[in-house]
């Protein structure tokens, strides 16, 4: 019988199993990141601006990320009002000059918007129609944070569904030990029962001998009691 709970068991955890699988496929999408040139307002005034989304992202979350990246090309962030600016840059894909960079984050719905701008000095800012070079450097420069940024978010998401899945498994095994113990319970139960039965019948059956042999001491003794009357 528990081979056979046990083997229902696995099947009904099999086909979970293979509708989960389908419906994740169902769900799966496939995440572009988008880089655009747009004229955007920041500190300085209207500029030319490399703009990215970052799906699920969070603004607190990617600012600090990004603030990091430009640290690794030797980028200091300086945060004011929103806008976060990094000193002389340095960008071998621009050659041996220095760019200040701008960044300003926004919280979107379903995601973050990152606009980044790139001042090359002099007051001129990156475009793609005047710097054509350097602007492919600048946007592969920005998808890639982004890239790796939305891979770190969904990394995150897995990390935390993992975690509500290993916990919901380990309730399941809970459950599967606990209806084992019941079963145990239920059977130790079922013999005590049946036991008790077996007793109960010879207890009666005890008990009507005790009360023949009751009958017969009573009879005794009315003979005694009669016997001693009739001494004279």
Not at 42 to 50: F, K, R
Not at 76 to 99: H, I, P, Q, T
Request: aromatic residues 8%; contains cysteine.
């Amino acid at each position: 019988m528990k081979i056979i709970w046990n083997m229902l068991i696995l099947l009904l955890v099999s086909c979970n199993l293979g509708i989960a699988q389908d419906s994740t496929k169902k769900m799966s999408e496939k995440i572009t990141i988008e880089v655009t040139e747009s004229k955007e307002k920041m500190s300085q005034g209207v500029y030319n601006a490399i703009k990215t989304y970052i799906p699920e992202g969070n603004k607190s979350t990617a600012e600090r990320n990004f603030a990091k990246y430009m640290k690794s090309y030797g980028a200091k962030a300086d945060s004011k009002r929103g806008e976060y600016f990094f000193d002389n840059v340095s960008l071998k894909e621009f050659g041996n000059e220095v760019v200040d960079v701008y960044s300003i984050t926004e919280q979107k719905s379903g995601g973050v918007e990152l606009k980044v701008f790139f001042d090359l000095g002099g007051g001129a800012f990156l475009n793609s129609l005047d710097h054509p070079a350097q602007y492919k450097a600048a946007e592969d420069f920005v998808r890639k944070f982004a890239r790796d940024e939305a891979t770190a978010t969904v990394g995150q998401e897995i990390t935390n569904a993992q975690k509500k899945l290993d916990s919901k498994i380990k309730k399941y095994d809970y459950l599967i030990r606990e209806d084992s113990s019941l079963s145990k319970k239920i059977r130790n139960a079922e013999a005590l029962i049946k036991q008790a039965h077996i007793d109960q019948k010879e207890t009666r059956a005890n008990q009507q001998k005790m009360m023949e042999e009751i009958q017969q001491e009573q009879k005794n003794m009315e003979f005694l009691k009669s016997k001693q009357a009739g001494i004279e």
